[in-house]
């Protein structure tokens, strides 16, 4: 069974804690651009491929980032414009910015953008009109529903599959973020923090036992999670700890998992899979 490879390109400083509301202006350092190519480096050299949910922001900064990334083969999708949750903001609001995002992506590689993923997993059922937004402007797939309850995001009683909607007459494929279910308890492991936090060996057996069950496992990382030069941000300590435990095990850990088996996009998932359900 193969697995999907993503990344979230954003900044260092994009983060969506409630405590970063007064300082996150405040930063500009470019840190971006050197990281994203680091990941694309490792990519190639596992014969890897992802998809790349670029912030609007950053592709409209560096075009170039974009561009490599296409020409080596990934997947490029919105990861909207500015980086704003989504039950923040109003429907005109995230239309306006995820159409921008979508143009920037566009008008880049020339090519369709199929797919969405919201900062900080921020869609969920209190956010239906999402849905609707995203099959409006024409999107294939939403990848930002992650079936675990956490203090900023999650829906612990979410579907677990990928599975596809029908929203106003339109289809749109759900791929949330991978998580195991282990003794009646649900487990997040793929990305992020959680990737960051497990020792190796507890996610080789998660995916293990995810592709077991017969689910391929969805992989994401940040390009801050593997810079570790990066500004440390004067967070709370929850935050903090969340931020930054174990960067310097981030990148050799992903080296390890691409060595066993090379992972695809999830537009090419959505190609070949025949295990999609329906919504209930």
Partial sequence: MQNILSFDIEEWYHLNYASMKQIRDKFSDVRVVAATEILLNTCAKYNAKATFFFLGEVAERYPELVRRAFEEGHEIASHGYGHKLVYQQSRVEFFDDVKKSIDILQNITGNVIKGYRAP????????????????????????SLFPYTTFLYGDSHAMLKPFLMCVKGRNLYEIPATVLELFGQRVPFGGGFYFRILPYWATRLATYLTNRAGRSVVFYLHPREIDLAQPRLPLPPRDYFISYVNLSGTLHKLEKLLSLAPTISISHYLDISNTIMTEP
């Fill in 120 to 143: 900080s997993w921020s869609i969920s059922k209190r956010t239906p009109w999402a849905y609707e937004i995203l099959t409006e402007l024409g999107l294939m797939y939403d990848a």
